[in-house]
């Protein structure tokens, strides 16, 4: 009985002590880490995916197109400051002031980023527009240059349109 304990705790001894340094084959280098994808977002199709429709549409494309924008050459961006510098596209007409003198109706134009209102008589002169008439109903607006000969020559703004109506 004493032989096997005395044997049991030798082999742990022998087990356990590191004994002499052997030379320990060199470890191969890590693999680099293949550079990692960013993750595809929750809602992506797959690379691969193809959709059969079998006269059918794909349910999950609009099936409403999204209206393409123009691509019209953009203005240059020095323009010059107050009512100069708005655009006709830009323009919002807030209000009309009208008299029996049609030389002193007046139309009030909120313009994106301006701090106030411009008024504007018939003549004053916007970037690419003139005012060319003020009525209670309406501002017509006389284009300053057309590149399209097809385009308008002059627009009508409502002042207070109707549901369903362009600006």
Same mark, same amino acid.
């Given at each position: 009985?004493?032989?096997? /304990?005395?044997? %049991?705790?030798? /082999?742990? *001894?022998?087990? =356990?002590? !590191? $004994?002499?340094?052997?030379?320990?084959? #060199?470890?191969?280098?890590? +693999?680099?880490?293949?550079?990692?994808?960013? !993750?595809? +977002?929750? %809602?992506?199709?797959?690379?691969?995916?193809?959709?059969?429709?079998?006269?059918?549409?794909?349910?999950?494309?609009? +099936?409403?197109?999204? !209206?393409?924008?123009?691509?019209?050459?953009? #203005?240059?961006?020095?323009? !010059? +400051?107050?009512?100069? $510098?708005? %655009?006709?596209?830009?323009?919002? @007409? &807030?209000?009309?002031?009208? =008299?029996?003198?049609? =030389?002193?109706?007046?139309? @009030?134009?909120?313009?994106?980023?301006?701090? $106030?209102?411009?008024?504007?008589? *018939?003549?004053?002169?916007?970037?690419?527009?003139?005012?060319?008439? /003020?009525?209670?109903?309406? *501002?017509?607006?006389?284009?300053?240059? &057309?590149?399209?000969?097809?385009?308008?020559?002059?627009?009508?703004?409502?002042?207070?349109?109707?549901?369903?109506?362009?600006?």
């Amino acid at each position: 009985m004493m032989r096997r /304990i005395y044997f %049991l705790i030798s /082999i742990v *001894v022998l087990v =356990s002590t !590191p $004994g002499f340094p052997q030379a320990q084959p #060199p470890k191969p280098a890590a +693999p680099a880490a293949p550079a990692q994808e960013e !993750p595809a +977002p929750a %809602l992506a199709v797959p690379k691969d995916y193809r959709y059969n429709a079998r006269g059918r549409r794909d349910p999950f494309v609009n +099936p409403v197109p999204k !209206p393409k924008t123009a691509t019209n050459v953009a #203005p240059p961006v020095n323009r !010059p +400051p107050g009512l100069r $510098g708005v %655009l006709i596209s830009q323009a919002q @007409i &807030s209000g009309v002031v009208t =008299s029996k003198e049609p =030389s002193m109706n007046v139309v @009030i134009i909120m313009a994106p980023g301006a701090k $106030g209102a411009y008024f504007a008589r *018939v003549g004053d002169q916007l970037y690419d527009a003139v005012v060319k008439r /003020i009525t209670f109903e309406s *501002v017509t607006f006389g284009l300053a240059s &057309s590149a399209d000969a097809n385009s308008p020559k002059e627009i009508v703004r409502k002042v207070r349109p109707k549901p369903g109506e362009d600006k």
